[in-house]
């Protein structure tokens, strides 16, 4: 593995390689994980009787930085199997590696649609639907309750950019104006000019963003120009606890996308639950939970194919198999599709921070800060009714 440790994506790769490394360390005890790959039977620790052991490099949030250290993996450690990078910058980049080097490789936490779009990946698989489904129950609540215009602003980077600009097209599609349609530079550490234009065309909507530390900035700067749509959607940071830790209540109502939460009902999703907070001490989030999942369908794929020598059945097995795992559904596009490799299985929620009643809480749903994440949309998922319009600062 080589990840962000360090770097703008630093606590995203954390949790991340935080639910790889619980992944192994179940492999090794038990032979076998949770919920439908126990089915493949648990014959004792390791996989197929060898213990998992993981190198793990620190790509520095640079995706540069990760091609040489995939090629180090590789070419000097001689790694058996590789789980993917945090990110679609870093995913795209080390991609055609797994193609050159014809040795599959998983990435659970990357969908922008550059990645897999017409290329026709044959090494390469992802664990997230793509990118624009983030952050579209937004557009999808907004057109219910009558939204009449909207702002995106978002960090120039891959994955926000193939978040956010489809739908800026999906937005007029729906009868909204796009009042605002920018990027902001990746490096920015000053959200307050990028809020105050998007403030001054007063939109019913603002959504975008980047990153955690995007998220938490764009929320201070809202509130320090005293944005108030009647929506906030921003991308990654509402999903982690870090969010509610450092914003408290200034994170109300803000909305985001969310692939997993403890409460969701999905086989074995109890027991990963627990033994994080076992190994952890802390709540996971989506990105732990994604890291776990794709041990499992490596999991998955080397137990059918009864071996880890031959790379090729390895990767036919990943472009194959339907299977459901902690996370949710995995299913990619078949090889020979223009898009193969890219997730079309998997489903994507929006969450809420809504104010905490303890005697409302569902089984394995914390408050942080007074506030607890509540699923949104779509309807069949729903955990609480969206609090529409954004009712004020401190309110």
């Known amino acids: 593995v080589a990840i962000s440790l360090t770097g703008a994506w630093a606590r995203e790769g954390e949790l991340e390689v935080g639910g790889y490394k619980l992944w192994g360390k179940i492999i090794n005890e038990r032979g076998c994980t949770f919920g439908e790959v126990e089915k493949l039977g648990c014959p004792g620790p390791g996989l197929l009787g060898r213990p998992v052991e993981f190198v793990v490099y620190d790509d520095k949030s640079d995706p540069s930085e990760a091609v040489k250290l995939i090629r180090k993996l590789i070419d000097s450690d001689k790694v058996d199997l590789i789980l993917g990078p945090y990110g679609s910058a870093t995913s795209n980049a080390i991609a055609p590696l797994a193609e050159s080097y014809q040795i599959p490789i998983i990435t659970p936490l990357a969908n922008a649609p550059v990645i897999w779009e017409g290329k026709r990946r044959e090494w390469f698989v992802g664990v997230l639907p793509p990118a624009w489904k983030n952050l579209y129950g937004c557009l999808?609540?907004?057109?219910?309750?009558?939204?009449?215009?909207?702002?995106?602003?978002?960090?120039?980077?891959?994955?926000p950019i193939g978040a956010t600009r489809p739908l800026v097209t999906k937005a007029k599609e729906m009868g909204m104006e796009v009042v605002l349609d920018e990027a902001y530079p990746k490096e920015t550490a000053d959200w307050e000019p990028i809020m105050s234009k998007a403030r001054s065309r007063r939109p019913d909507i603002i959504l975008g963003g980047g990153y955690l530390p995007d998220s938490i900035g764009l929320v201070k700067a809202a509130k320090a120009v005293d944005a108030t749509p009647k929506l906030f959607g921003l991308l990654v940071g509402p999903a982690i606890s870090d969010f509610a830790k450092s914003l408290k209540m200034d994170g109300l109502f803000v909305t985001g996308e969310t692939f997993w939460e403890p409460f969701t009902k999905t086989p074995g999703n109890l027991e990963f639950y627990k033994a994080y907070l076992k190994e952890y001490k802390g709540e996971p989030s989506y990105h732990a939970a994604a890291g776990f999942a794709g041990g499992q369908i490596l999991e998955r794929a080397v137990k059918e194919v009864g071996s880890i020598e031959d790379k090729k059945a390895l990767r036919d097995k990943l472009y194959s198999i339907k299977t459901m795992t902690i996370f949710g559904e995995y299913e990619v596009n078949p090889l020979g599709h223009a898009d193969s490799g890219w997730q079309v299985g998997k489903a994507t929620n929006l969450i809420q921070w809504q104010k905490a009643e303890a005697k409302k809480l569902l089984s394995n749903q914390v408050?942080?800060?007074?506030?607890?994440?509540?699923?949104?949309y779509p309807k069949e998922s729903r955990t609480a009714d969206v609090v529409y319009p954004f009712p004020g600062w401190g309110k």
């Open 367 to 376: 408050a942080i800060e007074g506030m607890v994440k509540q699923i949104v």
């Open 140 to 159: 999808q609540i907004g057109k219910e309750k009558g939204a009449k215009t909207v702002a995106f602003i978002y960090s120039d980077t891959a994955f």
